[in-house]
């Protein structure tokens, strides 16, 4: 359960997938996100915090698991 997790953020739902593009879709995806959630500048923060550490240790975590350093 803890490497899906770790595997769901650290793709951003799976995006990093796509065979194309990963990064200009994960882009697109946190821009709609933030078109229709529309947080204040508080929630922005927290919402930058929160992601940042959560990707990096889930990151970190399947990196570590699957020996591959920085996957494309």
Do not use: W
Not at 29 to 56: C, E, R, S
Request: proline share 4%; aromatic share 20%.
């Amino acid at each position: 359960m803890i490497r899906f997790f770790s595997n769901l953020v650290s793709t951003v739902i799976f995006i990093g997938y796509i065979p194309f593009a990963p990064g200009t879709f994960g882009s697109l995806a946190a821009f709609f996100f933030l078109y229709y959630v529309k947080p204040d500048n508080l929630q922005l923060v927290i919402f930058a915090v929160i992601g940042f550490f959560l990707g990096t240790v889930c990151s970190h975590r399947i990196e570590k698991e699957s020996g591959i350093k920085d996957n494309k």
